[in-house]
């Protein structure tokens, strides 16, 4: 159980840093290493340097990007094979530490870049074995896209966040009313 729970944490994280991504109107939000540790604590450790290049946050958006296509439509015909194809691009090769302890991946890529890979497709790839990648959904709130893990037991949930939920609750209200106003 406690093993579950470590994947699904992690599983919540790469979320947290999908969520980021520039789309449409929405602005990128992976603006500097405060916010890669901040979503994924420990990732700048392993930078080389202090002063971590802007092509290493580039690329990790990158990163960031494929893994959300995957994960948010896990369903499709290439969602498998677009994951594989990140497995090879960043060459990871599972490891295991000790009995009982779940596949972790090292990558041929030094640095945090390697580090970033190995947690985010890691992750990745351990939500597709289990199948709790398709209980990733984007919010349904109006003006929210906001990618949310579903782990509710009847797996119903719509919203991202309980503002999301009251939000809408309270738009329904309000359309009730205005068609009840309408209708008398
Ligand atoms: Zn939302």
Not at 126 to 150: K, M, N, V
Not at 153 to 170: L, Q
Request: hydrophobic letters at 40%.
């Amino acid at each position: 159980m406690v093993i579950r729970h470590a994947a699904r944490d992690e599983l919540e994280r790469v979320i947290a840093l999908i969520a980021t991504r520039k789309v449409g109107p929405w602005p990128e939000e992976l603006r500097g290493w405060e916010d890669l540790e901040r979503i994924l604590p420990g990732s700048t450790a392993h930078s080389a340097r202090r002063d971590a290049s802007l092509a290493e946050l580039q690329e990790i958006r990158l990163l960031r990007d494929k893994v959300a296509t995957v994960l948010l439509d896990p369903a499709a015909p290439h969602a498998p094979s677009h994951l594989g194809d990140l497995v090879d691009t960043y060459g990871l090769t599972p490891r295991i530490t000790a009995l009982g302890e779940p596949i972790g991946f090292l990558s041929f890529r030094a640095g945090m870049v390697g580090h970033v890979a190995e947690r985010v497709i890691g992750a990745a790839l351990a939500a597709f074995s289990s199948g709790e990648a398709q209980y990733i959904h984007e919010c349904e709130a109006e003006g929210c896209i906001t990618p949310f893990l579903d782990a509710s037991p009847r797996h119903n949930r719509a919203y991202c966040s309980d503002r999301c939920s009251t939000k809408m609750r309270v738009r329904r209200h309000r359309q009730n009313q205005a068609d009840d106003i309408a209708g008398s």
